[in-house]
């Protein structure tokens, strides 16, 4: 199957600060990346949807300012957490897939911990 | 709008089992149906799909069928292992978009 990584895997940052999650697809174009969150214990709840050379989709309670998703490139999208507090620390997941895919492919996923 | 519930976890079996995790959903048009596993530490992965009434998806001793009279694609597995233990998503995908709308996992644990 298709792969898609993340970086960093993990990261702390002090409240007040900005954080980027890089997704990349590395064998293929990603026409589509989406960004999800995931409480302990609980769902993927989905976030947004980028499409390549667009702007992107937030689902209803994202805010928009707050979660900065970039895609710039048909192998990279980015999430920027800006002015991170504590209530942002989750599990952030990415997935991609292109427009001839019926199938979304998942990066392994980058825990914040803002303190 | 779309929703899927699953069985609460934790599941706790011995190995050599039979395993069922129970999924149903609640869609309008004709949805794709997905299980996923998260094992420790890692991302999700696609572990079976089915994407029209009766198909059954299969894969590594994992089955399910896709049941549109009960609105259900139930997990089964007849012989666990304790590899197998993991965290299990059931999703769908709606006819008219690319999103996944994801349950909340169940939890495996396989004892030897």
């Known amino acids: 199957g298709a792969v898609v990584s993340q970086h960093p895997s993990w990261v702390i940052c002090k409240s007040g600060t900005s954080v980027k999650i890089e997704c990349r697809s590395l064998d293929f174009q990603a026409t589509t990346m989406f960004w999800y969150r995931q409480f302990p214990k609980q769902s993927l709840m989905l976030m947004a949807t980028?499409?390549?050379?667009?702007?992107?989709?937030?689902e209803q309670g994202v805010e928009k300012d707050k979660f900065l998703i970039n895609h710039a490139s048909l192998t990279l999208s980015t999430l920027t957490v800006t002015s991170a507090h504590p209530e942002d620390s989750s599990f952030y997941i990415c997935?991609?897939?292109?427009?001839?895919?019926?199938?979304?492919?998942f990066g392994p996923g980058t825990r914040l911990t803002v303190l | 709008g779309n929703s899927v519930t699953q069985m609460e976890g934790p599941v706790t079996l011995s190995e050599e089992a039979f395993l069922t995790i129970n999924c149903t959903y609640t869609a309008t048009g004709y949805p794709s149906l997905f299980w996923y596993v998260q094992y420790p530490g890692e991302g999700l992965q696609l572990l079976l799909k089915?994407?029209?009434?009766?198909d059954k998806g299969s894969n590594k001793g994992f089955e399910a069928t896709y049941r549109k009279e009960t609105t259900s694609f139930h997990l089964e597995k007849g012989s666990v292992q304790v590899s197998d233990s993991a965290v299990y998503f059931c999703a769908l995908r709606g006819s008219n978009t690319g999103k996944l709308i994801f349950g909340q996992g169940t939890t495996l644990q396989v004892k030897p």
């Open positions: 980028s499409n390549e050379g667009s702007k992107a989709t937030y």
């Open positions: 089915a994407t029209k009434a009766d």
């Open positions: 997935s991609a897939t292109n427009r001839e895919w019926n199938e979304q492919f």
